[in-house]
């Protein structure tokens, strides 16, 4: 029996555990992997306290914190379900099941798809989710970015150093995101902006080839040998879907102190109804839930 279990080990996972083990808790953390997000970022100019960092970099920071702590931590360990048992709640993995008096959702979102023809048939093999992971094996080609936020101009930013050319696509008439990022990206010789560009299909033979498109009503082929899906992600709620309230768009629903609607229940990052999806705000909520989860207990003992 923990006094708490933190569910995912990203900024708000790792900070909510940093919290918790300053308050002397009995603290177990479940992670899928180690980062989250953060881990995958590439450049990061907008964290108090660093003008510039990596994503990597970053990552590397909170990682070294948590472990100047005696933190107990399950790695490559997928939570599957949170139940309600009593007067404690229950968390199933995939590998075992644990108890605590309070828990906190940290699982963060994972990217979401396109859903057109040849995605799925060439994922891995010229589709890819992941400008940080995949973007050296594109050195010299020519590449798609598809989307219309932070993380399309984050994925362009990082290809600039590496591809020959490459096509920003997007179904909106704007961008949705930093106008610095948004500045470097258009000042950029190797980049060009499609905007009302709606993708139709990802073409291909063994590898990714070209990239069919339609903008103004007429259809159009790009030969491209990489295609990079930056359209926004799903959060990772799974395990409260049938104990916690959700909204339209399967974010847990939280209030200021991170309570869900389950007492004991706590959520923090980009899991949750929170509007904003970045890193020092999924560190802000993860210190919150902690926080909130130390006041609960406190009764509890009271």
Known sequence: MYDLIVVGAGPAGITAAIYAARKRMNLLVITKDLGGQAALSGDVENYTGYQYISGFELTEKFLEHMKKFDIE???AEEAKKIEVAKDRLRVRT???DYEAKTTILASGARPRTLNVPGEKEYKNRGVTYCATCDGPLFSGMDVAVVG???SALDATLQLMRIANR??????NNAYRGDRVMLEKVES???VEILYLTETLEI???????SIRFRKNGEEKTIKVQGVFIEVGYVPNSEPVKDIANLNERGEVIVDGQNRTNIPGLFAAGDVTNVPEKQIIIAAGEGAKASLSAFKYLSHLSG
């Open 148 to 150: 219309g936020g932070n």
């Open 166 to 171: 490459i096509y920003l696509v997007t179904k």
């Open 94 to 96: 995939d590998i075992g």
């Open 203 to 209: 073409i291909g033979d063994k590898t990714v080839n």
């Open 73 to 75: 931590l399950r790695e």
């Open 188 to 190: 950029s010789e190797k």
